[in-house]
């Protein structure tokens, strides 16, 4: 049996303008973010196809290229550091759906009880829910199934990359400050998936797609999670490949209950 060709993986410097621009830097501190995120580029040299999806999670995690340059937030140092030298015995892997094109996904969260039409949330009686905090009907759609307004968006939808990223930034990290209305919610949701997400037109239809995969990966030593830590939904490290260019972005965070 012939021995599968692997991916090689190389540090690419690239600029994420809008995740670095100071308007977004602002907004991802606000949110507790700025600081426990990170964001990695390596070219890779095979052509990937979906079934590829674990072997391509276990050569990015265990290439030394990777080990030697990928940044992690540190929980004891509180900022980020080189991840280094790991025995990576297994990994995980999970196609992560990417085929939203259009903002207009959002225009159902305007409606009464849940946001205003000027943008302006409504609010709730607090109460705690996984965790979090809960004093607005936008953070309760998110977290609770008892929300009046769970069902605005069912699982497949609330599985979408682009509802990921909107649910990073409502959400937070632990010591986040929530915004009172929904426009820079929105605004830098639409900023960061323009940004990390690759599009093309369809030869035959014209119509726009979506050209990037998304990965959600995972790296472990037996029952230790070595990367990215702790299985809290805020906590993950998500692997955008642009098969035109063969550049795969690497977005993390750690919510705060890793093993660093």
Same mark, same amino acid.
Request: proline share 3%; net charge negative.
């Given at each position: ?48 196809? +979906? ?84 004093? +607005? ?42 915004? +009172?209305? #929904? ?26 797609? #979506? ?50």
């Amino acid at each position: 049996m012939t021995e599968r060709k692997k991916f090689k993986f190389t540090p690419v410097e690239k600029k994420y303008l809008t995740f670095n621009s100071k308007d977004v830097r602002t907004d991802l501190t606000r949110w507790d973010l700025a600081n426990r995120m990170s964001l990695s580029s390596f070219s890779y040299s095979e052509h990937f196809k +979906d079934y590829q999806a674990k072997d391509f999670v276990m050569d990015f995690f265990t290439d030394p290229n990777v080990q030697q340059s990928l940044k992690v937030f540190s929980l004891s140092r509180q900022e980020l550091v080189t991840w280094g030298s790991h025995e990576v015995k297994e990994v995980q892997s999970e196609l992560v759906p990417c085929s939203i094109t259009s903002m207009d996904f959002f225009d159902r969260l305007t409606r009464p009880g849940l946001v205003r039409e000027m943008g302006a949330i409504y609010k709730c009686l607090d109460e705690d829910i996984d965790g979090f905090l809960v004093a +607005d009907e936008l953070h309760k759609m998110i977290l609770s199934e008892e929300s009046d307004h769970w069902d605005v968006y069912n699982e497949e939808e609330r599985s979408e990359f682009l509802f990921l990223l909107f649910k990073l930034l409502v959400l937070g990290g632990p010591v986040c400050q929530y915004d +009172d209305g #929904i426009e820079r919610y929105l605004e830098v949701s639409k900023a960061l998936y323009k940004e990390f997400i690759t599009v093309q037109k369809n030869a035959e239809t014209k119509a726009i797609e #979506i050209a990037s995969r998304v990965l959600k990966a995972s790296a472990w030593d037996g029952e230790i999670c070595w990367f990215p830590g702790d299985d809290h939904h805020q906590t993950f490290c998500y692997l955008i490949l642009n098969p035109i260019s063969r550049i795969c972005t690497v977005i993390s965070h750690d919510f705060g209950k890793g093993i660093w």
